[in-house]
């Protein structure tokens, strides 16, 4: 090209979680089956959608009113009922002009991250979840900036190492919390939470908190949304459908934005979100239409429970089973369905290795590099059949480790997914010890 057409920001912008699919693929090709413990997608993964959630969608279905356009911020009654809804749980009140649909939330990720001033940033967790992590690093052209998440104390966050880096980098505007936590299955105490909007406005900074699994926090997890502690500082919670009906293909996500009264700056920030949307028309009204249907139906939060004593329960025995490896961090999830596994420091080296056949071996190969965790990923794939996610390429991290799910609804299957995933790490750390 006569002029560079690459954006500076391009290298930032990566996915393992969806990458490794491609390994994965290649060996599923041999013969071998594959176990995919890598997707957050429940319904790929054999959850069904309960069939009062179909009936009422199917109506929807013939409604001519489903097929039309929305208003930009997202329908009347819908922001409506969102509003009502979280003016129930107490803490910040708002109204439905608070509130902006998307096309599920990673359209809200982008648009967030690619509406800010070019050099404000935005500080988030480590582990990161690569769609906020990419964008974010994607707007400013440079590596994201995050705090620690800290394995040793059950995943909290290292409020130390936050301030000091909100202190020493003055570009900061904001600091992202995803509440309970993608990859580790986190769920935010609500002094931590408080901890975290009293930095915020000691600092002048606004907050994002990513909540698409606050619906799918564990019983006894404690779990409140920022709305409960925000008090007068702005900042902007994210919801959608994806996870909780479970309905990823809608693309349906909103946010709703807090304390826009208290600050010129934010308010102005908060009214180009809106009118980039505009630029966009709407998000897709179908969702939409039947969010309130759904939500208000009494079998709703049942269903939920259901769901989150199930993922609870695996949590647990994953906990139970892994823990006992010893070179191995890994605590029960208490939200959401992931959980993340950390390797203690030097349990891993380039000599180790796992039997496989020669056709996945010779698959790998070529994808062997320097991060020891995906070594690791890779020899378990080749090896098990099993897929999980590396915590270094995968979520931004510097710690070495993995994600898997707590999807596989079969309880047998499960376990033997444990079992296996147990008997991988075991004999991969054994292949060869550090000297
Ligand atoms: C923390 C988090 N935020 C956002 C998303 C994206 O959700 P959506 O389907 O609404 O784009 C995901 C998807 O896995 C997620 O884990």
New binding site residues.
């Given amino acids: 090209m006569r002029t560079a057409i690459v954006h500076p920001g391009a290298d930032n912008l990566r996915y393992e979680i969806r990458q490794i699919v491609e390994v994965a693929k290649a060996i599923q090709a041999t013969g071998q089956p594959i176990r995919w413990e890598n997707i957050?997608?429940p319904v790929a993964k054999g959850e069904q959608p309960p069939a009062w959630i179909k009936e009422i969608v199917g109506a929807a279905a013939q409604e001519d009113l489903s097929f039309a356009y929305s208003p930009t911020r997202g329908l009347d009654e819908t922001r409506a009922y969102i509003a009502a809804e979280r003016n129930l749980e107490g803490g910040i009140q708002i109204t439905a002009d608070d509130i902006l649909f998307?096309?599920?939330?990673?359209?809200?990720?982008s648009t967030i991250y690619g509406a800010l001033h070019p050099t404000a940033r935005v500080i988030g967790p480590n582990p990161a979840?690569p769609?906020?992590s990419s964008a974010e690093a994607a707007h400013a052209g440079l590596p994201h900036i995050t705090y620690r998440l800290d394995p040793q104390s059950g995943w909290k966050p290292d409020l130390a190492d936050l301030e000091s880096k909100v202190a020493a980098n003055p570009q900061i505007a904001g600091i992202l919390i995803?509440n309970p936590?993608?990859p580790t299955g986190f769920v935010y105490p609500q002094d931590t939470l408080a901890a975290m909007v009293d930095i915020a406005r000691r600092y002048g900074l606004f907050l994002i908190s990513?909540e698409?699994?606050s619906n799918l926090a564990y019983p006894g997890s404690a779990m409140r949304k920022l709305a409960s502690v925000i008090g007068q500082t702005p900042a902007i919670a994210?919801r959608?459908?994806?996870?909780e009906f479970p309905w990823?293909g809608a693309?349906?996500?909103w946010i709703e934005v807090y304390n826009r009264d208290q600050d010129a700056d934010f308010d102005r920030f908060a009214r180009s979100l809106l009118e980039t949307k505009m630029l966009e028309v709407c998000a897709t009204t179908l969702p939409q239409r039947v969010l309130p249907r759904v939500m208000s139906d009494g079998r709703y939060y049942p269903y939920l429970d259901q769901r989150v004593n199930a993922y609870d329960r695996r949590a647990r025995h994953a906990a139970e089973v892994l823990s006992a490896i010893p070179d191995v961090i890994i605590h029960p999830a208490r939200g959401?369905f992931y959980m993340t596994a950390v390797f203690k420091d030097g349990a891993l080296n380039l000599e180790q290795s796992l039997e496989a056949p020669e056709s996945a071996a010779a698959i790998i190969a070529p994808h062997l590099g320097a991060a020891l965790d995906q070594r690791f990923v890779l020899h378990l794939l080749a090896s098990t059949g099993i897929c999980v996610v590396p915590l270094s390429t995968g979520f931004n991290s510097d710690l070495l480790g993995f994600r898997f799910t707590l999807l596989e609804a079969d309880e047998d299957r499960f376990e033997a997914l444990i079992a296996d995933l147990a008997a991988g790490l075991r004999a991969y750390l054994a292949s060869s010890r550090p000297s």
Avoid at 102 to 109: E, H, K, M, S, V
Avoid at 240 to 243: E, R
């Fill in positions: 957050g997608d998307f096309n599920g939330l990673g359209d809200a990720i979840y769609t906020h995803i936590d993608n990513d698409i699994y994210m959608g459908i994806s996870k990823p693309r349906c996500g959401a």
